[in-house]
């Protein structure tokens, strides 16, 4: 069977180069973003390439949508088409509402709203029947337990209607779009043994963070044959935290 070929947004580490290996290892050829990190893109690249796929690793600025959908296009000319997108970049600076610059809302609404739908809209130029688009949201657009959080659980709210909308708009061509809503999850954003993190485990009803593979076993349940039926929807994986 020919691979299929996915682009995973913030690919370099965390949740998104768990999704990465995890779509290679299903199969996909995979193309991913990274702000910064490019040694360590370099790294999951040669992971993928590992699992017996194409890899791809492309520098691209989520708050700038030129970057965005020439990352779309990279990955079309390069790996030859587009099947699955995964908009995961991210970042998750928080404090005292009275605190908060505009400059961080407008970064915040850009890396995670407007990113997914430049992205989202750029994909679906290209993708075919069978498709499918997954934004990676937070558990913070649907219950916010600790003060500190209001301009991120903004931000992420936006992409519960964004599903919606492009499940319905693309439900037609046969593609599917769903967020994935992590809770507290294992990575350098917010590390199971941060200062933070007893009091956030105290929150979920099965007393542990996800890993970053629990998050990318949705991810390809949802990209893969059983998740054809399951668009517009948002699935938590976050431990019961809004349980
Ligand atoms: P992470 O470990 O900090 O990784 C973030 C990834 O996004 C990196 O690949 C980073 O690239 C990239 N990135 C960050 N800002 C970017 C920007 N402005 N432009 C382009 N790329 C950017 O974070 P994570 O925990 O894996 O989070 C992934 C997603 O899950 C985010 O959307 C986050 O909001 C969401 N989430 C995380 C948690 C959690 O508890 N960890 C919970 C709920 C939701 P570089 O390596 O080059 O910097």
Request: hydrophobic share 45%; proline share 4%; glycine share 12%.
């Amino acid at each position: 069977m020919a691979r299929r070929v996915a682009l995973v947004t913030g690919g370099s580490r965390g949740i998104g180069a768990a999704v990465a290996r995890r779509l290679a290892g299903d199969g996909f050829d995979v193309a991913i973003t990274y702000r910064a990190a490019g040694d360590r893109a370099a790294a999951v690249v040669k992971e993928i390439e590992a699992a017996g796929g194409r890899g791809l690793g492309v520098r691209a600025e989520a708050a700038d949508p030129v970057a965005m959908v020439e990352a779309v296009e990279r990955t079309v000319r390069e790996l030859g088409g587009l099947d699955v997108l995964v908009s995961n970049a991210g970042t998750a600076p928080y404090g005292a509402l009275e605190e908060v610059t505009l400059a961080e809302v407008d970064e915040l609404l850009a890396v995670h709203a407007r990113a997914s739908f430049v992205l989202a809209q750029a994909a679906a130029r290209h993708m075919e029947a069978g498709a499918s688009i997954v934004l990676i949201g937070s558990s913070l657009a649907e219950r916010v337990p600790y003060a500190g959080w209001t301009a991120y659980a903004m931000s992420k709210s936006a992409l519960v209607g964004l599903v919606k909308g492009l499940a319905r708009d693309l439900g037609p061509r046969g593609i599917t779009a769903n967020l994935v809503s992590p809770g507290s999850t294992d990575t350098e954003m917010n590390p199971a043994d941060g200062p933070e993190a007893e009091e956030e485990r105290r929150y979920t009803a099965l007393g542990r963070y996800c890993s970053p593979e629990d998050i990318a076993a949705a991810v390809a349940y949802l990209a893969g044959k059983g998740g054809r039926a399951v668009t517009g929807a948002t699935i938590p994986v976050d431990s019961g935290v809004t349980a």
